[in-house]
């Protein structure tokens, strides 16, 4: 209760909104992660490559790395091939995310 006599109740609302925002945020960034890591998984079986994925949200963004030695091979002649992984997997996420959409109409569009 206030000085004046009046209570105060949910002064902190907001912020247990913004932080529930954050968290489904989050969530979504998390999923997208695991499906574009997935997707390169695949890749690198197919290529027979030897190396590991390690996911991270930066930024309000997925990121999605490859760990390995020897990525020369996979970036390419000045980045060109870096650049067609990163387009085919960003169609193939849209792809994917879009099927989902149709799916249920409950996930927000992005």
């Given at each position: 209760m206030s000085d004046n006599g009046v209570e105060e109740v949910?002064?902190?609302?907001g912020d247990s909104d913004?932080?529930?925002?954050?968290?489904d945020t989050n969530a979504m960034l998390i999923e997208e992660g695991d499906i574009a890591a997935d997707y390169l998984e695949r890749l690198l079986d197919i290529i027979d490559y030897d190396g590991d994925i390690d996911l991270d949200v930066e930024n309000d963004r997925a990121v999605v790395a490859i760990i390995g030695?020897?990525?020369?091979?996979?970036?390419?002649?000045?980045?060109?091939?870096?650049?067609?992984?990163?387009?085919?997997?960003?169609?193939?996420?849209?792809?994917?995310l879009l099927r989902r959409a149709d799916r249920d109409p409950q996930v927000p569009p992005r």
């Open positions: 949910g002064a902190a609302t913004d932080s529930a925002a954050e968290t030695n020897d990525l020369q091979s996979l970036v390419g002649n000045r980045g060109y091939s870096m650049d067609e992984f990163e387009a085919w997997l960003a169609d193939a996420l849209v792809a994917v």
